[in-house]
């Protein structure tokens, strides 16, 4: 083998669906799948999913909105985030962000409104002119109000309460509607931040959406990458590109098939980051390169060709990898790429 494995879980990630249904269970949970559900694959994701009674689904894009419907046929909701002013033609529902988009809009939909991201939605000066003439509401069915949360993975940020009072305050202002609020992280803020339909994308995919508490969801992401070749250098002897790297004493070095190339940042550095072989810790060593990472397996005189280097797994999650790059798991899911085998493990 000379491909890293990626193996996603799909079980795992159906099983902490039900457990999010089991905590927001006043409402409806969707699963969130844009970037091809975070990189690890919308179409087995989403149906499974759907086969485990999920009736909700996102996206960002219309792209992605059109072939998730033809995996998952007529029926369940699909979302497009970004807004879509054809998503009628296409089975797929409009999240509309603007007055234009409502003016254009007749049909079911969801109306974003902003609270606090300045992103996406209707903000206070558009949400006063619908006030004063609703006229762009007229033959618009309204399935969803939804807003985001910008500060949800900070259970104690001051924004979470300003952007429920502000939620709640538009909502009354506007049609009466079913709501959609928490994403992953919102789900854990309580009561408060619970709606008839939230709307989660990290946790399924087994990112901690309570960041300094232990993670509650299980994990769904196994990253092997095969040794493809073992060589002995001497003491004082330079490992990868630059030099960066010289052996302190005689080294065995392990050279694995992946790099930036496939969504391992070269920011992972020197001496920061390690791996799992044959159960023990490894370094890497010197720079990451575009296909090829080393590691010092001086301790595993074992090791030998084609063993695998766990680099993300039970021990070592996303959300640690992306701490050694000064980034989140978000960023490491959806940049692994399209380089390594996958295996899905079924629900
Ligand atoms: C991406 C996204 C989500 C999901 O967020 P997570 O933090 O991954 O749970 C929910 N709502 C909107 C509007 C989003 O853009």
């Given at each position: 083998?000379t491909?890293?494995?990626?193996?996603?879980?799909?079980?795992?990630?159906?099983?902490?669906?039900?457990r999010?249904?089991?905590?927001h269970?006043?409402?409806?949970?969707?699963a969130?799948?844009?970037?091809n559900?975070?990189?690890?694959?919308?179409?087995?994701i989403g149906?499974a999913?759907?086969?485990?009674?999920?009736?909700?689904?996102?996206?960002?894009?219309?792209?992605?909105?059109?072939?998730?419907?033809?995996?998952?046929?007529?029926?369940?909701?699909?979302?497009?985030?970004?807004g879509?002013?054809?998503?009628?033609?296409?089975?797929?529902?409009?999240?509309?962000?603007?007055?234009?988009?409502?003016?254009?809009?007749?049909?079911?939909?969801?109306?974003?409104?902003?609270?606090?991201?300045?992103r996406?939605?209707?903000?206070?000066?558009?949400?006063?002119?619908?006030?004063?003439?609703?006229?762009?509401?007229?033959?618009?069915?309204?399935?969803?109000?939804?807003t985001?949360?910008?500060?949800a993975?900070?259970?104690?940020?001051?924004?979470?309460?300003?952007?429920a009072?502000?939620?709640?305050e538009?909502c009354?202002?506007?049609?009466?509607?079913?709501r959609?609020?928490?994403?992953?992280?919102?789900?854990f803020?309580?009561?408060?931040?619970?709606?008839?339909?939230?709307?989660?994308?990290?946790?399924?995919?087994?990112?901690?959406?309570?960041?300094?508490?232990?993670?509650?969801?299980?994990?769904?992401?196994r990253?092997?990458?095969?040794?493809?070749?073992?060589?002995?250098?001497?003491?004082?002897?330079?490992?990868?590109?630059?030099g960066?790297w010289m052996?302190?004493?005689?080294?065995?070095i392990?050279?694995?098939?992946?790099g930036?190339?496939?969504?391992?940042p070269?920011?992972?550095?020197?001496?920061?980051?390690?791996?799992?072989?044959?159960g023990?810790?490894?370094?890497?060593?010197?720079?990451v390169?575009?296909?090829?990472?080393?590691?010092?397996?001086?301790?595993?005189?074992?090791a030998?060709?084609g063993?695998l280097?766990?680099?993300?797994?039970?021990?070592q999650?996303?959300?640690a990898?992306a701490?050694?790059?000064?980034?989140?798991?978000?960023?490491?899911?959806?940049?692994?790429?399209?380089?390594y085998?996958?295996k899905?493990?079924?629900?």
């Amino acid at each position: 083998m000379t491909q890293g494995l990626l193996t996603i879980d799909v079980g795992a990630v159906v099983r902490n669906w039900r457990r999010l249904c089991e905590i927001h269970s006043t409402g409806a949970v969707a699963a969130v799948l844009k970037a091809n559900a975070y990189g690890l694959g919308a179409g087995p994701i989403g149906q499974a999913l759907l086969a485990a009674g999920c009736r909700h689904f996102f996206v960002a894009q219309p792209r992605e909105g059109i072939s998730l419907r033809k995996l998952l046929g007529p029926g369940p909701m699909i979302a497009v985030l970004g807004g879509f002013r054809r998503a009628a033609e296409f089975d797929l529902t409009p999240v509309l962000n603007t007055l234009g988009d409502l003016r254009a809009c007749s049909g079911p939909a969801i109306l974003q409104v902003d609270t606090g991201m300045s992103r996406l939605g209707l903000d206070s000066s558009e949400l006063a002119s619908l006030a004063a003439d609703p006229s762009p509401l007229e033959g618009v069915e309204l399935l969803y109000i939804m807003t985001h949360l910008a500060s949800a993975d900070e259970a104690d940020h001051p924004m979470n309460a300003v952007q429920a009072d502000r939620f709640a305050e538009i909502c009354l202002k506007l049609p009466r509607a079913r709501r959609s609020f928490a994403n992953s992280s919102g789900i854990f803020l309580g009561g408060r931040y619970a709606s008839d339909l939230a709307r989660p994308g990290c946790a399924l995919y087994g990112i901690n959406p309570t960041p300094g508490k232990p993670n509650p969801m299980e994990p769904v992401v196994r990253l092997d990458l095969p040794v493809l070749q073992l060589r002995e250098i001497a003491a004082g002897q330079t490992v990868g590109y630059g030099g960066s790297w010289m052996s302190a004493r005689p080294t065995r070095i392990a050279t694995v098939a992946a790099g930036y190339a496939d969504g391992l940042p070269r920011a992972l550095g020197v001496g920061k980051l390690r791996g799992m072989l044959r159960g023990r810790w490894v370094p890497m060593v010197g720079r990451v390169s575009m296909d090829l990472m080393t590691f010092d397996v001086t301790e595993v005189p074992e090791a030998d060709e084609g063993d695998l280097i766990e680099l993300i797994g039970p021990s070592q999650d996303a959300d640690a990898l992306a701490r050694l790059a000064g980034t989140i798991g978000y960023e490491v899911l959806t940049s692994l790429g399209n380089r390594y085998r996958r295996k899905y493990l079924p629900a």
